[in-house]
């Protein structure tokens, strides 16, 4: 048998038997590394560890430590959940079972529903499995085993999976002892390594294949990490995230509400809108500081101008239509791009108008399915920040980066620094030739690496295959929160179509007719997903120059109730938002009352106070007190509820 090369991550490369596993080679190194060992990454693709390499490749031995177990780790304890419901109740039927963000589900076919105390069961004989240790091995069946193995054990819906999988694909059973399920793999070597580390969250329905016409399943979700301190930490996080709930706090601060006659849209109240508006005014100002001119365009226009710039095609199922009288379809906009073409070709421009830089608030309008809706970060009624800048091919990347550098100031005076961008490259489902997406796909990676130089490697990068745009490839933006989760918010995409497509061009120094390329901008992406993200990330708590009301001015006894106008009316004067509370109720009663609406500053009022003209200065949050002059106070309020753009020094 002839011999093969295998490169190891260091570079070195060594002669081995073809045909030898991951298990032996990790026992050829060391006893400790193959007492590790779960899986091989060969060739950059993750495989058994039993699996033979049967060619020269690059390999790397995954520990149950190293980041691409975790996936394993979740996959496995999936297959043990599958093995434990069937033991409990025999004859359930199991479906899908994926591994998805923070964990894992399993979808199965039960005649009687799950009970809250069955979760319990469940864990109890997942750990029991674990502890057995069993052995994961592979086999390869033909469909007609697999379907006759299935069809004994009255398992239907895994013989509709065995039909789905392509012909000439294999066919791939797992076994954990005597346990098996269809599955594509890869797994670690046997159950014990999963660990310990695992928590079933919850019960939900599911259909099955995710269609309303098929029968209703049930699923379960679960979580599993490499370590028990990592899944104390998750579920404190969790913990954490539910007290933050942006539609919690969004009640009890009287911002919005939601309502089934409206799915997916917003209804703002006055504090909610006060906050909107803020965030409106400070990008107005950072785009009319980076020289953007701000437009509006229509909410509405006929189909054929969708089919013309490609959405209908590539977008159609998310786009709201209606039929007027005479019978032309009109869509609602889902994008603001192709109406700032319209703008871009009124009247004639030349190389010397470019960048031209447009931006609009656009609000756009996208279906989105039911139960994706998530208060207001995933809504069917938005409004963008959304700017277009027509350019020259050669201006790509010192536009890019003038939005990058004005994207992360702005990130940060919102109170995000730890950035992390992704190119996302073209998508199956796309327009125009690949010549153009190279362009685009280069013209992006080498703004990329130039923002990772210029931050001395700080903000981390990163490709995400398939994931653009269909007219284009794009950068996005994904920050972190105080509790550690991360939310993909702007974009920065590059198109060489779209332009071209609704017949935009400009007049070149040659005086050719050349079409502009479209950079797509987007900072805060969706307002009112941003939004949801501030609250969230502040709890609540927003610092004084964003939140709706500034200040409230509460009095102790109603013989202080003139001095308190004067104290709202000199707040008001200083352009502090502000509210008075004359109520007959004890000042303890106003202070919970206000600090349950996370209002951050109380400014109270007593007899004493109106004699000498000054207030006592309570922060949300604080139980201290300050006492101090009304001059004094809103001088001090005023410096610090000025933005973070507008401060000196």
């Known amino acids: 048998m002839s011999d093969i090369t295998l490169r190891f991550p260091d570079g070195a490369e060594r002669q081995y038997p073809k045909n030898i596993t991951g298990v032996q080679l990790a026992e050829g190194i060391s006893k400790s590394l193959a007492k ?197 930490a998750y579920l404190s996080q969790l913990e954490e995230a539910e007290k933050r709930d942006h539609r919690k706090l969004g009640r009890e601060m009287d911002l919005f509400h939601f309502q089934e006659e409206a799915p997916g849209s917003v209804f703002w109240h006055p504090k909610g809108w006060t906050l909107f508006q803020n965030l409106i005014a400070y990008m107005r100002r950072a785009q009319q500081k980076a020289g953007y001119v701000e437009v509006n365009s229509p909410d509405m226009m006929e189909r054929t101008f969708w089919e013309q710039s490609g959405h209908w095609q590539n977008y159609g199922e998310n786009m709201f239509t209606t039929v007027l009288p005479d019978e032309r379809v009109f869509c609602c906009k889902p994008m603001n ?58 201006q790509i990347k010192d536009e890019c980066l003038k939005i990058n550098d004005l994207m992360l100031s702005i990130y940060k005076d919102f109170g995000f620094e730890d950035i992390f961008i992704k190119l996302s490259t073209r998508p199956e489902k796309r327009v125009g030739a690949d010549e153009l997406w190279d362009k685009a796909e280069a013209a992006l990676e080498e703004v990329l690496d130039e923002v990772k130089r210029r931050s001395n490697g700080q903000i981390k990068t990163a490709i995400n295959p398939g994931e653009g745009a269909f007219y284009g490839p794009k950068l996005e933006y994904v920050l972190r929160d105080a509790i550690g989760r991360e939310w993909q918010c702007g974009t920065t995409q590059v198109d060489f179509n779209l332009a071209g497509r609704l017949g935009a061009f400009y007049i070149d120094e040659h005086s050719n007719k050349v079409t502009p390329v479209m950079i797509h901008r987007a900072m805060f992406g969706s307002l009112e997903r941003f939004l949801g993200i501030l609250i969230e990330n502040h709890a609540g708590h927003f610092p004084l120059w964003l939140s709706p009301v500034q200040a409230v001015v509460a009095t102790i006894v109603s013989d202080a109730d003139g001095y308190a106008g004067d104290v709202v009316a000199a707040l008001d004067a200083a352009g502090l938002r502000s509210e008075i509370d004359l109520r007959n109720e004890k000042i303890n009663y106003k202070v919970r009352e206000h600090s349950l609406a996370k209002v951050p500053v109380m400014l109270v009022v007593g007899k004493r106070e109106a004699e000498e003209r000054k207030v006592s200065v309570r922060r949300l949050g604080s139980q201290a007190q300050t006492v101090m002059g009304l001059d004094e106070a809103i001088a001090m309020l005023k410096a610090e509820a000025s933005p973070p753009d507008l401060r000196l020094g």
């Not at 069946?141 to 004994?152: G, I, L, Y």
């Not at 004639?348 to 989105?368: Q, T, W």
């Not at 139960?371 to 800048?389: I, S, Y």
């Open 337 to 394: 791009c192709p109406g700032h073409v319209q703008i871009f070709k009124h009247g004639l421009k030349s190389y010397r108008d470019l960048p031209l830089k447009i931006a609009e608030f656009g609000k756009v309008h996208r279906y989105e399915p039911s139960g994706a809706l998530h208060g207001l970060l995933r809504v069917r009624h938005f409004t963008q920040d959304d700017a277009h800048v027509f350019i020259a091919e050669n």
């Open 36 to 232: 590790k060992a779960v899986a091989l990454v060969r060739d950059g693709r993750l495989v058994d560890l039993a699996d033979p390499i049967d060619a020269d490749s690059a390999i790397r031995i995954v520990t149950r430590g190293d980041p691409e177990a975790l996936e394993l780790i979740r996959h496995d304890a999936a297959h043990v959940m599958a093995e434990a419901v069937q033991a409990l109740w025999p004859g359930t039927q199991v479906t899908i079972g994926p591994v998805i963000e923070n964990g894992f589900y399993y979808d199965f076919a039960k005649s009687e529903p799950f009970q809250p105390d069955d979760m319990a069961k469940i864990e109890k004989k997942m750990g029991e499995i674990i502890q057995r240790n069993e052995p994961f091995t592979k086999e390869f069946w033909s469909r007609e085993k697999a379907k006759d193995f299935f069809r004994s054990k009255g398992e239907t819906f895994k013989i509709e999976l065995v039909d789905a999988i392509p012909a000439g694909e294999d066919l791939k059973i797992y076994k954990q002892g005597e346990w098996l399920d269809l599955c594509r793999g890869p797994h670690m070597t046997s159950t014990g390594q999963i660990g310990k580390a695992f928590k079933l969250m919850k019960f939900a329905g599911a259909y099955w294949r995710g269609d309303s016409n098929n029968p209703q399943l049930q699923r379960i979700y679960g979580t599993a990490f490499a370590s028990e301190d990592d899944l104390k």
